[in-house]
């Protein structure tokens, strides 16, 4: 089992900065994806951006250039660093991992299914 809690989630305003931090509780960092995805009220889940434990990332075109994924393996905590925020950006922010020690891809995984250990999540919210 992996425990994922995301923190940092807030008001902030448009053209601001946030970062959002995941920590993780397993001890096997190895041969994973994780991923942030987020979520507003009535829509479905959609991903932001993930991390593949060689450190290959990938991040959804609405958000590229603006927000970057890391992974800090001594503190074994995620984080997603959001610059240049938007209105639009706002939403639950869910932090998500594949089963640790088994993923197999070179490249981090973009789909929901994927992922089979999520956080409660952080609220951001972006305001002009």
């Known amino acids: 089992q992996v425990r994922l809690v995301e923190s940092g989630g807030g008001s902030v305003q448009a053209g601001g900065s946030l970062t959002l931090s995941c920590a993780v509780s397993t001890l096997d960092l190895n041969a994973f994806s994780m991923a942030w995805f987020r979520q507003t009220p009535g829509q479905q889940r959609t991903w932001v951006a993930c991390f593949e434990s060689m450190g290959s990332t990938r991040y959804t075109e609405l958000i590229q250039g603006r927000f970057t994924i890391s992974f800090d393996k001594a503190k074994r905590t995620l984080y997603l660093h959001m610059l240049t925020v938007k209105p639009e950006d706002t939403a639950m922010y869910y932090c998500?991992?594949?089963?640790?020690?088994?993923?197999?891809?070179?490249?981090?995984?973009?789909?929901?299914?994927?992922?089979?250990?999520w956080g409660p999540g952080t609220q951001v919210t972006v305001s002009t």
């Open positions: 998500a991992s594949t089963w640790p020690g088994m993923y197999d891809r070179d490249t981090c995984s973009v789909d929901r299914l994927d992922y089979k250990f």
